[in-house]
């Protein structure tokens, strides 16, 4: 980044949001670095704090329970932890406070992928609790009908394609330095 790039001066932190699989948490990562700035996980945060995990969470408590205890992560993170870069949960933003309180307090970027790459990138971990049933493709492609409006009104939309993870996050840079300099497509 040079002393004119608009994201020198970004002082928000960067939400990712999407579905499961759209890969918010490993471009997040790869986004952070190329930002410098801290990465953060708002499922790994929310398992920290409950002290088990988000499958456990969901089958112990539902899936209620959990998305009070999403909202309150999430809250704490944006409203006192420095700029960074957070993936959260595919259904935090669906929350109308969630979205709202993201929307408030930061620049929110929607991870766009294809039902067949989200099936590909999810088949690899057992670890997605919406997913345990008979046909988790059809409950994909249901929760992307379902949510599509709500991750709609990000800030900004990328397309995370299959392949290279660092074209995905070149393609965030550019998108927010557009954003940021006001000529974003709307």
Do not use: C, Q
Not at 47 to 58: H, L, M, N, T, W
Not at 135 to 145: I, S
Request: net charge negative; charged share 30%.
């Amino acid at each position: 980044m040079n002393a004119t790039d608009p994201l020198d001066a970004l002082e928000r932190t960067i939400v990712l949001v999407g579905l499961m699989g759209a890969g918010k948490t490993t471009v997040g990562r790869r986004l952070a670095r190329r930002l410098g700035r801290p990465f953060k996980d708002a499922d790994a945060e929310i398992e920290r704090a409950a002290g088990r995990s988000v499958p456990d969470i969901f089958a112990d408590f539902g899936e209620s329970a959990f998305r009070d205890g999403e909202r309150k992560v999430i809250a704490r993170l944006l409203e006192e932890e420095p700029p960074m870069v957070l993936a959260v949960g595919g259904g935090a933003f669906v929350d109308p406070d969630t979205r709202r309180l993201v929307k408030d307090e930061a620049v929110s970027v929607w991870l766009r992928a294809e039902l067949p790459v989200l099936m590909e990138r999810v088949s690899r971990r057992d670890t997605r609790p919406l997913l345990h049933n008979e046909d988790p493709e059809a409950v994909m492609a249901r929760l992307m009908e379902e949510r599509a409006p709500a991750y709609g009104e990000a800030d900004l939309a990328v397309d995370s394609a299959s392949g290279s993870h660092e074209k995905t996050v070149e393609a965030i840079v550019a998108a927010l330095r557009d954003h940021l300099a006001g000529t974003a497509p709307s």
